[in-house]
């Protein structure tokens, strides 16, 4: 495990954890192979997928016609979902909000609030998703655009994986179920692993 930063250590720290209620978790497939691996569950026990209003090759197909998907992070059972809390966000007994996942934790999760733009690091200051007003004075530049750089290569992995599925789902012309798409994604993460 390398050694925190100070982002991060403010967020271990808080025990509001609004950011774990307010947004929607997108998974890549290297998330879901090291979650699974490591704390032997099954994808169906944290992973969802939905239809998003925009998106890239990064979604999936079920069927050649059908619509595409995207993959998220289950969220525990409100009678909204909007809002609803991450399916691994945790109460103390004194009412504090804790990662259930910590390390293990999506790479969403471990680069949020920064995101970069171009050569730029930017930080996200969302009021509804965050407790605190983020500065500059509070992270690594070097750091986090280094972790932005791993995050990226990761979706680019996932990416690769993901249009070569698209591709046999249409040549194919076959209809195929969320856990078949699962099974495609594990194994062919935990191929590169084993590669790497
Ligand atoms: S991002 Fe904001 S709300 Fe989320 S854990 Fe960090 S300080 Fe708390
Ligand atoms: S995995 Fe952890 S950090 Fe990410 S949304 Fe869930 S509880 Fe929050």
Not at 80 to 101: M, S
């Amino acid at each position: 495990m390398t050694a925190r930063s100070h982002r991060e250590k403010i967020c271990l720290a808080c025990g509001q954890k609004s950011c774990c209620s307010y947004y929607v978790v997108h998974l890549t497939g290297w998330d879901v192979c090291r979650i699974t691996q490591a704390l032997q569950l099954f994808p169906a026990d944290f992973v969802r997928y939905y239809e998003p209003q925009t998106g890239g090759e990064e979604l999936f197909r079920l069927s050649p016609e059908g619509p595409r998907y995207a993959l998220m992070l289950a969220k525990g059972e409100l009678p909204e979902a909007l809002g609803a809390p991450c399916v691994f966000l945790l109460r103390t007994n004194d009412g504090q909000a804790r990662c259930g996942l910590h390390d293990l934790r999506p790479l969403q999760c471990q680069i949020y609030p920064v995101f970069v733009e171009g050569d730029t690091v930017m930080l996200i200051n969302d009021a509804p998703g965050c407790v605190r007003i983020w500065s500059y004075g509070d992270i690594d530049l070097d750091a986090e655009q280094a972790r932005w750089d791993r995050l990226k290569a990761f979706e680019t992995e996932h990416i690769a994986i993901v249009r070569e599925w698209n591709r046999r789902i249409l040549q194919e012309g076959a209809t195929r179920c969320f856990e078949d798409f699962c099974a495609y994604l594990l194994n062919h993460c935990r191929a590169q692993e084993d590669a790497a």
